[in-house]
């Protein structure tokens, strides 16, 4: 009895169900001597069995839970991230109504037109695109100021309000000449920086990383300049 015993409660751990307890429950019943404390032991086992079951499946679904979770929300706080610094920018961005100064047809002024540019709060940036514009050229039949292929390598604003444009070397090397052509690519430059930025009270011009004596030999960059109203017409 002791081995049959013994077979139907591993069967009945290893596959618990109804009709195998009410088995093992009548053979135990039917046994002499009569051993409630086996019963019980039964109840024991399949109850063991189901609570490990449990614990199993909670586990189980804990692990896939986490995990489903944490996905999501990786991504979803990536994305939220980048939502909230597109939105950022385009709020900080405003456009602003800014004068260009270009030359006149007959070169002999400086003539503003109005631009529609964006404006960040950042002076530095501002300025840079500002030089870029005065690059693109004039869009209202003015004269180009400075020659199509320039570049703004650098531009620093320091404390005392001076602002330092290093343009490339292509404003010198296709430079066209001329002392009042020379006097206005300047002044298209220090008076579209000084008279849009209010940070910016003067201007000095480098080339290419370097101070340059002249642009074109006629005008002295060795100083930094203040706005011409005098040119402007």
């Known amino acids: 009895m002791i081995t049959k015993f013994a077979r139907l409660e591993f069967e009945l751990f290893t596959k618990p169900s109804k009709s195998n307890f009410l088995r093992i429950h009548q053979t135990y019943v039917d046994a002499e001597p ?26 189980a679904f804990s692990a896939v839970f986490t995990a489903l979770l944490n996905m999501p929300l990786t ?4 994305d939220k991230v980048k939502q909230n610094v597109q939105t950022t920018d385009t ?38 695109i500002i030089i870029e514009a005065l690059i693109e050229g004039p869009r209202k039949g003015h004269m180009r100021t400075i020659p199509a292929g320039t570049t703004i390598r650098a531009l620093y604003v320091t ?20 002392i009042k052509t020379e006097l206005f690519t300047i002044y298209s430059i220090v008076n579209s920086l000084i008279l849009n930025i209010p940070e910016i009270d003067t201007v000095k011009i480098l080339i290419g990383g370097r101070e340059a004596m002249t642009l074109a030999g006629h ?3 060795s100083f930094p300049f203040k706005a011409n109203m005098i040119l402007i017409r």
Request: aromatic share 16%.
């Open 34 to 59: 009569y051993e409630p404390y086996k019963i019980i032991r039964c109840y024991i086992m399949i109850t063991k069995r189901h609570v490990l079951y449990a614990v199993l499946a909670i586990i």
């Open 159 to 178: 404390w005392d309000g001076t602002a330092y444009a290093d343009i490339s070397n292509t404003i010198k090397d296709s430079y066209p000449g001329g």
């Open 91 to 128: 709020q900080n961005s405003d456009k602003f109504v800014v004068h260009l100064y270009f030359s006149d047809k007959s070169n002999s002024f400086l003539t503003a037109e109005e631009r529609n540019l964006f404006y960040s709060g950042n002076p530095v940036e501002f300025a840079k």
């Open 219 to 221: 005008i002295d960059l």
């Open 75 to 78: 991504s979803w706080a990536e």
